[in-house]
């Protein structure tokens, strides 16, 4: 079963509390990094401490919300290895997962209703990566520095 966290800042805590639900119901175990209230805090401080819980191994995926889910997507990108999607349709959820293995999905509090960011989040965990030479090789072309062979 796969392991789950998510986190949010202040304009993505109620969109965080409406999907934190829906994966317990659902039947999966998921770790709340916070925030836990509506206060103002800082994005970036929850998109570091959710890079850091998948890289050290301690979730498989996550779920990182926002007022927009860029801000995000921005910040937890800055760490080798982590692949965060910002998405707001079913397609791009289910193929960021399936053509470029991303293992953190950012969604916008303030661009979606909860039917549809729940939807995302449904289609991002039901796909499967990919595991095709051709996915696999771009996605090691993301990391800098990295060339295609
Ligand atoms: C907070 O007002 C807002 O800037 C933040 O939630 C996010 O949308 C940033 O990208």
Redesign the pocket.
Known sequence: MLRLAIAS????FNLKAEIFDALTKWGFVVEDLGTHSTASCD?PDYAHLMAHTILDGRADLGVLV???G???SIAANKHPGIRAAVVSDPYSARKCREHNHANILCL?E?VLGSGLALVCVRAWLDAVPDPDPRHVRRIAMIEPGKRAT
């Open positions: 800042d202040h304009g993505g994005y926002c007022g927009s860029v801000g995000m916008g303030r």
